[in-house]
């Protein structure tokens, strides 16, 4: 990056003050920066501690299902979930990290709150089959706070890197440029200042030789 200008003083002082909000911003990408890692780390932490306990409560539900496949007939199995007696309504809000809308995940049950999770009677059925169904019930809550971290985690990311790259672009670029600028017309302005001053002297000195 290359700053051309003309050596003036109104353009010096124009150029500090580019410089002050520059190191201002600075200062406050890098605090955010900081903040957004922070956040980041709580979150990646907190994806781990989900994704162990859904896929070991998703595993242990899925063996009961083979449990049940194994001791109920594949006609049975279909009969017994076809028809869910359950409905459920997802709401898809947002909430803001550092500026980052993120997602929020709501859900409700829709129609009657006291129906059963059990699509079916329990006289041909097994207990294993009501575990798996029950299991996934519980899970539910966890798999979509783990949807929410999971997308958050990866807008966060994104946003880390979108300010990592204006920070370095302000302190390796920017910043040393526009030091080197106001650098270079302050001493082309402290040259033309001592040009001055000698040429008034001579003046002077010609002036007192004339006796004028």
């Known amino acids: 990056m290359e700053i051309r200008v003309n050596p003036t003083r109104m353009e010096l002082n124009r150029l500090k003050q580019r410089l002050a909000m520059a190191v201002r911003g600075h200062k406050l990408l890098k605090d955010k920066r900081d903040e957004l890692m922070r956040q980041f780390m709580i979150l990646v932490r907190r994806n781990k501690e989900l994704r162990e306990e859904v896929e070991e409560r998703l595993a242990r539900s899925f063996q009961k299902f083979m449990i049940a496949r194994a001791v109920m007939s594949a006609e049975a199995v279909e009969e017994a979930i076809m028809f869910p007696q359950v409905q459920l309504e997802i709401e898809l809000g947002t909430q803001n990290i550092m500026s980052v809308h993120t997602p929020k995940l709501k859900w409700k049950q829709v129609g009657e709150t006291s129906a059963s999770i059990y699509p079916y009677g329990f006289a041909e059925t097994s207990g294993e089959l009501d575990d798996s169904i029950s299991t996934l019930s519980e899970l539910l809550p966890r798999l979509l706070e783990l949807a929410e971290v999971e997308k958050a985690v990866n807008l966060l990311a994104d946003e880390i890197e979108r300010t990592r790259r204006r920070v370095n672009a302000l302190e390796y670029v920017m910043i040393p440029e526009l030091q080197r600028t106001v650098r270079y017309i302050t001493m ?25």
């Open 188 to 212: 082309k302005l402290d040259e033309n200042e001592r040009a001055n001053l000698t040429r008034l002297m001579k003046v002077k000195d010609i002036v007192q030789a004339k006796g004028i």
